[in-house]
Nanobody
């Protein structure tokens, strides 16, 4: 089993920044892609960003230029630096990690006030 522990969520004013972290532990032989998704109130979970083992990144259009995904392979950790936050970024953010199968974090709340 693989456990994912997320941290870094919270309440911030519009224009502010937050950094999310997600550390993987457990029976890990190798980690492939890592990513972040989010679920806003009343909406379905949506893709936010993804990073490959080699560092290739992919973002949804609404966060391009504001969010940066990165990873530390030695620590089995993925990060999401969120700058210029907007109220519409308010959501529960979930990390996702691909090993032998995909695993999800428990979610961390991000609230952006206007």
């Amino acid at each position: 089993q693989v456990q994912l522990v997320e941290s870094g969520g919270g309440l911030v004013q519009a224009g502010g920044s937050l950094r999310l972290s997600c550390a993987a532990s457990g029976r890990i032989f190798s980690i492939g892609a890592m990513g972040w998704y989010r679920r806003a109130p009343g909406k379905q979970r949506e893709f936010v960003a993804r990073i490959s083992v080699g560092g290739t990144t992919l973002y949804t259009d609404s966060v391009k230029g504001r969010f940066t995904i990165s990873r530390d392979n030695a620590k089995n950790t993925v990060y999401l630096q969120m700058n210029s936050l907007k109220p519409e970024d308010t959501a529960v953010y979930y990390c996702w990690v691909l090993t032998s199968t995909g695993y999800w974090g428990q979610g961390t709340q991000v609230t952006v006030s206007s």
